[in-house]
């Protein structure tokens, strides 16, 4: 069965501050996917970024990186220098193959404080 | 590309009666299609998955005579609430992928049900 755990309910960090949320996964299959979601307060989700389960490079994409390591089971989300347009919820979500569903985590509320 | 809609974005309705939500992929044809819904300050959970013509699968515990999903076309799903009551009160949210396998899921804006 999947499963993601997202541990940290609430994170509140003045701006400019970096700062990480994890994410924890289980799964039983070799190949799976990975993703992170933004939710404004709007309730849009903006989807951040995709990773399979066989490649292991961290991404940065300006302000944002992720950091995947199986050994460990995690897909964490950094901010660097966050700033206020960062506060929103974040979801982590994990897709098996063949799986054809999304199972989301219980959600990271981000507030950034200026 | 990739905008699915959904419609209405908010709906107030009264017990007993019922209401239907309308996804819409608007820039491609989705072969499959999700529903979830959202309490307040929680994840999502899936409700079902629907595939253009066929009949929707529901994951456990989503009651398929309440909740009836309508995959009419490659463009177009509808979840209907059926005697709505106070508890249906959610965030429904509506995803849209090309492919069969949903692994690209590009997702609505919500629909805010509040049942009185």
């Known amino acids: 069965a999947q499963k993601v755990t997202q541990a940290q309910t609430e994170i509140s960090v003045v701006e400019k501050e970096d700062v990480t949320l994890d994410c924890v996964y289980e799964?039983?299959?070799?190949?799976?996917?990975l993703f992170w979601y933004k939710q404004p307060p709007s309730g849009e989700l903006v989807f951040l970024i995709r990773?399979?389960?066989?490649?292991?490079q961290n991404e940065i994409s300006g302000r944002y990186s992720w950091n995947f390591q199986k050994s460990t089971s995690s897909f964490n989300f950094t901010i660097t220098a966050s700033q206020v347009v960062d506060s929103a919820v974040y979801f982590c979500?994990?897709?098996?193959?063949?799986?054809?569903?999304?199972?989301f985590g219980q959600g990271t509320r981000l507030t950034i404080n200026p | 590309g990739a905008v699915v809609s959904q419609h209405p974005s908010w709906v107030i309705c009264k017990s007993g009666t019922s209401v239907k939500i309308e996804c819409r992929s608007l820039?491609?044809?989705?072969?499959?299609m999700f529903w979830y819904r959202q309490f307040p300050k929680q994840s999502l959970m899936l409700m079902a998955t629907?595939?253009?013509?066929?009949?929707?699968?529901?994951e456990q515990g989503v009651e398929k005579d309440k909740f009836l999903i309508n995959h009419a076309s490659l463009t177009l799903s509808t979840l209907t609430v059926t005697s709505a009551h106070p508890e249906d009160s959610s965030f429904y949210i509506c995803?849209?992928?090309?492919?069969?396998?949903?692994?690209?899921?590009?997702f609505g804006p919500g629909t805010r049900l509040t049942v009185t």
């Open positions: 990773r399979n389960s066989f490649d292991e």
């Open positions: 799964t039983r299959d070799t190949t799976y996917y």
């Open positions: 820039d491609f044809q989705a072969t499959t």
């Open positions: 629907s595939n253009e013509g066929s009949k929707a699968t529901y």
């Open positions: 995803s849209a992928s090309k492919d069969s396998r949903g692994y690209e899921q590009y």
């Open positions: 979500a994990l897709s098996e193959q063949g799986a054809q569903k999304l199972v």
